[in-house]
């Protein structure tokens, strides 16, 4: 059988045409494509400002209750403590587990997220700083495995809702 | 570029992208952007306003479905061409509905347009590399768009020269009878 395809066929093969894109469909593409990823940037920002927003309203609602509902409990004690994005460093008033479970856990070089973990329990129960708290458990999330998002029966209602919103953070990053 | 520096850089956009960042984008973008045009042409047979369709619907859907790219198992550039053949397919599908719809405004008395032969004749063409066996297609594109020697291509495919020929025999055998006898063609069209 020839080898010598249809006339069109030799042409295509053989033939040469510009091979450049048109500059303007180069540019016109880009600028859909990156509107697509500044979209995904803000979707991003939103739930994580809206898992924080839930937080804090969650917090400042049974907080209000609980100092309703429980007399004779003594102020709660807030720590003056510098903000810091990775680690803050606690102040020490003296006497005070929470405080003093916190400072452990930034010394510590192992089980970090179990220290970070149990001074927000006390943070909570014993002092209701709920700041102190929240500052704890964060960390606590960050320096602990994947694993420790389950929620388990032990958990307050505030890390329950830290681990909801780090997981739902988690999915949105792999469904983008 | 070594396969592991590969795997790691893309690695490291492909995060960056699922992050938002438009300059790792960018510069993906910038890297591939004419590779898989001159591919897309290659395929829509040098018919720009069909490959331009084709190119932006491809490149659309791999920034929305960049989390499904992993860099172990092939180029970004792959994983485009790939992308780039389920849409060639798709397209060529509507185009050939289109082309068995009776022609409502058709003149059979109106003088016969050049052009539109020269364009019946590319669409055809672009059809029967849709049609063509993968290998065939990639073997094709590899002599004729990439000027790839045969012993070059023999090396880059771990095969011999002989296999690779008697594969470029096959090919061109295979691309007669998709055009002669493929969806687009005049059999098939004429009333």
């Known amino acids: 059988m020839s080898d010598l395809l ?4 030799e042409d295509f093969l053989h033939g040469s045409f510009d091979r450049a894109a048109d500059e303007r469909l180069r540019q016109s593409v880009l600028e859909k494509t990156s509107r697509v990823l500044r979209r995904r940037r803000l979707l991003r920002k939103l739930s994580f400002a809206a898992a924080l927003a839930a937080c804090f309203v969650a917090g400042v609602a049974v907080g209000s209750r609980l100092l309703e509902t429980s007399p004779g409990v003594p102020a709660p004690v807030h720590a003056v403590l510098p903000e810091k994005e990775v680690e803050s460093t606690p102040a020490v008033p003296v006497g005070n587990e929470a405080v003093a479970h916190e400072w ?4 510590a070089q192992q089980d970090r997220a179990e220290i970070y973990f149990e001074a927000g329990r006390k943070y909570l129960r014993e002092n209701q700083d709920y700041d102190s708290a ?6 606590a999330l960050d320096f602990a495995s994947a694993d420790a998002l389950a929620v388990s029966a032990d958990d307050d209602w505030l890390l329950i809702t830290l681990k909801q919103a780090r997981r739902k953070d988690n999915q949105n990053a792999n469904l983008n | 570029m070594a396969r592991d520096e590969r795997v790691w850089r893309e690695r490291g956009l492909r995060q960056a992208v699922l992050a938002g960042d438009e300059r790792a984008w960018r510069a993906w973008y910038d890297h591939a952007f004419a590779d898989l045009y001159a591919y897309v042409l290659w395929r829509c047979a040098g018919l720009r306003d069909d490959a331009d369709e084709v190119a932006q619907e491809t490149w659309l859907t791999a920034v929305r479905r960049v989390c499904d790219f992993d860099p172990a198992q092939g180029s970004f550039l792959g994983w485009l061409k790939g992308i780039a053949a389920q849409i060639l397919r798709n397209h060529w599908r509507r185009q050939r509905r289109r082309r068995a719809e009776p022609l409502a405004n058709h003149d059979p008395a109106a003088p016969e347009d050049t ?4 364009q019946e004749v590319a669409q055809r063409i672009a059809a029967a590399l849709t049609e063509l066996d993968p290998r065939h297609e990639a073997v094709l594109r590899a002599k004729y768009l990439e000027q790839t020697a045969v012993r070059d291509i023999a090396l880059a495919w771990n095969e011999s020269a002989k296999a690779v020929e008697s594969l470029l025999t096959r090919a061109r055998q295979a691309f007669r009878v998709a055009y002669e006898q493929g969806s687009f063609s005049k059999q098939e069209t004429q009333p």
């Open chain 1, 6 to 9: 249809p006339d069109p066929l």
């Open chain 1, 104 to 107: 452990k856990a930034f010394d």
């Open chain 1, 134 to 139: 929240l500052r704890c458990y964060r960390q």
């Open chain 2, 115 to 118: 052009s539109g032969e020269e």
